[in-house]
């Protein structure tokens, strides 16, 4: 099966800390996603990226920037944490093709205090 | 405006009852459209992909039915259990490999 490892559950951060949100795939996938989840807005995406070094912006990328240094790994950078990034934030992963399904991690609920 | 539309919000149904989920959307060119369960607490989970040319897949007690010439798409839950308390979000993908998501239906499952 696949996993994709978020490296927190729950975090706590206080406003203008820079914050680091760290995602894991264990299965190889060329694409990697970070969305946030909200109360009725449903899903929205940040990033994603279809290969090593690369990265897009989604409709949401304000406030946030990414790396993905190894094919495995997908990071979520919140430059100077503000109120409004509260939220369920998830990543995901993906083998390569618009058929293939993302397989989703279980969440980080980040609060900025 | 959103281009996934999905009804009810939510509903309450009772163990062993049937019920059906709906999703419209707007999105073209269309390339799928795939239903995923996500339960509380835990990340979405892929259900069932509907392509141009299908118009019903199972999964079990799950059934999803694809219009594409209505734009319409719905998930049938037959025998519910409590285990099917979730959200199911629907998620249409378009030409450009984006994905449009919906806000998804909430069910509760009361025994």
């Known amino acids: 099966d696949v996993k994709v490892t978020q490296s927190s559950r729950y975090l706590v951060k206080r406003t203008g800390e820079k914050v680091f949100l760290e995602c894991v795939q264990d299965?190889?996938?060329?694409?990697m996603f970070w969305y946030r989840q909200d109360p009725g807005l449903g899903l929205r995406l940040i990033y994603f990226?279809?290969?090593?070094?690369?990265?897009e912006k989604g409709d949401i990328p304000e406030g946030y920037s990414v790396s993905r240094e190894k094919k495995e790994r997908f990071s979520l950078i919140l430059e100077s944490a503000s109120t409004n990034q509260t939220s369920m934030y998830l990543c995901a992963s993906r083998r390569q093709g618009a058929r293939q399904p993302q397989h989703f991690g279980d969440g980080t609920r980040l609060s900025i205090l | 405006k959103n281009q996934v539309e999905q009804s009810p919000q939510s509903l309450i149904i009772l163990e062993g009852k049937n019920c059906t989920l709906q999703?419209?959307?707007?999105?073209?060119?269309?390339?799928?459209l795939r239903w995923y369960k996500q339960d509380t607490g835990r990340g979405p989970v892929s259900l069932t992909i509907?392509?141009?040319?299908?118009n019903t897949k199972s999964n079990g007690r799950y059934t999803a039915t694809l219009d594409a010439d209505t734009k319409q798409s719905s998930l049938h839950i037959t025998a519910s259990q409590l285990s099917d308390s979730a959200s199911y979000i629907c998620v249409v993908s378009g030409g450009n490999n984006r994905l449009a998501f919906g806000k998804g239906n909430q069910v509760v499952v009361i025994p």
């Open positions: 509907m392509t141009f040319s299908e």
């Open positions: 990226s279809y290969d090593v070094k690369m990265k």
């Open positions: 299965m190889d996938h060329e694409n």
């Open positions: 999703c419209n959307y707007t999105v073209s060119p269309f390339s799928n």
